[in-house]
């Protein structure tokens, strides 16, 4: 049986300078503090100025992945960027950074999962590097979800925002590397989190514009009983086709969409709070950025050592969901 694995080589992040707290969104829309905090666990966020983009954020959080790594520009094979908020619709941003990078080796793209962008891409990147395809991947979820929100839109302004990460994915040998992933849709509930206008559906117009059709648009509530049941689903899953349990997790690294929808899912797992990775106060949900965001700022803390267990999942858009076990 092979033995060849796709390891975690470097991870990066990168997020805007600007802060803003819930206490700024107060003097924008009808919210409170209390409300955003009780509601959702964000404090504050990050968020872009004029002119940034995000393969701004991209680039930096790139960098300092194939940094940590010690690999080259030139050995890169592949870069994926999971995104819904892209510079612009064509080329993929991925083709923007593979220039910015240097990295001329590579096949550059982009994908689309909403927040569970991240995992799938790392799951699409383990195929080429366990293969023997690639033998280093570059995988980046970012977003700028700022530029596509209505800041008159109680519902939506108050949680998302910007922010990316990236990981270095590279050839290894097991026990270490990405032990399991599954990914899931269910395109039925593909109207639950959208932003209509802009695509070959209903392409751009002044009456588009006019009526804030460019703009995301969430149903928030039926997103949320959703997420809880799909997520703890999808990490039993992943765990159990690894042959693991929750009690071996050493860290549950979910995507940073809602406290309390992380809090239920650790209660449901039976993964304790201090195992559960959360920065949602902090950085607000990132969509496909949030999970290497989080798994960047865990390893330079110095709190994962070769051998810890860390479980990854997400959900959103689409709507989709996707786990991964990876064994550091
Ligand atoms: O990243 C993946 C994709 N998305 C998600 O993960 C989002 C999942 N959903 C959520 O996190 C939650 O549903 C929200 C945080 C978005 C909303 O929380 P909720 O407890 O589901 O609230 P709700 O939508 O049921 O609204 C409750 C009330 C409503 O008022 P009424 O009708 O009860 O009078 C809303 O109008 O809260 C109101 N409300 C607000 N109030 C103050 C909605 N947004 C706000 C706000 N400030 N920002």
């Known amino acids: 049986m092979s033995t060849s694995s796709a390891i975690i080589s470097g991870t990066g992040m990168s997020v805007p300078d600007r802060v803003v707290t819930n206490k700024d969104l107060e003097k924008i829309v009808d919210t409170s503090d209390e409300w955003i905090t009780t509601r959702t666990g964000i404090r504050e966020r990050r968020i872009a100025g004029e002119g940034e983009k995000v393969s701004t954020f991209c680039i930096k959080a790139a960098r300092d992945a194939m940094d940590a790594a010690g690999v080259t520009p030139l050995e890169i094979q592949m870069i994926i960027v999971a995104t819904v908020t892209p510079d612009q619709p064509i080329p993929a941003t991925a083709c923007i950074i593979q220039k910015a990078l240097g990295c001329t080796n590579a096949a550059a793209f982009d ?53 990316a990460g990236a990981v270095v994915m590279s050839e290894g040998e097991l026990p270490r590397g990405v032990l399991s992933s599954a990914m899931y849709t269910d395109g039925g509930m593909a109207d639950f989190i959208t932003l209509p206008a802009g695509g070959s559906a209903m392409p751009p117009s002044a009456e588009t514009v006019e009526k804030g059709l460019h703009f995301i648009q969430m149903k928030g509530n039926e997103t949320f009983k959703m997420a809880v049941r799909s997520i703890a689903g999808v990490c039993l899953e992943v765990l159990e086709n690894a042959g693991l349990t929750p009690d071996d997790v050493t860290w549950f690294i979910p995507h940073q969409a809602n ?25 607000g949900n990132t969509s496909a950025a949030s999970i290497p965001i989080a798994l960047d700022e865990i390893v330079r803390a110095g709190k994962v050592k070769e051998g810890d267990i860390l479980l990854m999942a997400a959900f959103g858009a689409g709507l989709t969901w996707a786990g991964s076990v990876v064994r550091w």
């Open 111 to 163: 994908m689309q999962a909403g927040c569970s962008g991240f995992i799938y891409a790392q799951s699409v990147a383990k195929q080429f590097v366990v293969s023997g395809r690639c033998k280093h991947v570059l995988v980046i979820g970012a977003e700028l979800l700022s530029k596509f929100l209505n800041w008159e839109d109680r519902a939506t302004c108050v949680i998302f925002a910007d922010g």
């Open 259 to 283: 406290q309390r929808i992380i809090g239920a899912v650790g209660n449901r797992l039976g993964i304790t709070d201090e195992r559960c990775y959360v920065n949602i106060d902090r950085f």
